[in-house]
């Protein structure tokens, strides 16, 4: 019998403590103006043409369709290619906006400035 009213206590506090986590959660979600900019992915590849086009697929329907929501977008930085890595990267960009193409030394300045800020 003791058994029994210890479950029950125990019970009792755990769908208490579910109830106050959900009560915070909606909380957060209402009343917080919680915003975030997003992530940016930066790649770096060279003489990457067999592969890029199937990684960036990839990784765009996860963007796309909402696997990874927070990635705004996703830069790829050519490490100077003898191959035609970047006309590959260029044509999917022009196909999705969430992908754009910047040989190492654009990527690195944007990554300066964004230590800079």
Known sequence: ????????????????????????????????????????VIVAAKNQEKQIEGFLRTFLFRVI????????QILVADLGSTDQTKEIVDKIGMDYNQIKSLNWKECKEIIENINSN
Not at 5 to 34: D, S
Not at 65 to 72: A, D, F, L, S, T
């Open 1 to 40: 019998m003791l058994n029994f009213f210890v479950e029950v206590l125990f019970c009792t506090l755990a769908i208490y403590g579910l109830i106050e986590i959900i009560k915070n959660i909606y909380y957060i979600c209402t009343y917080t103006k919680l915003k975030s900019d997003g992530i940016y």
């Open 65 to 72: 369709y909402g696997k990874e929501e927070m990635i705004k």
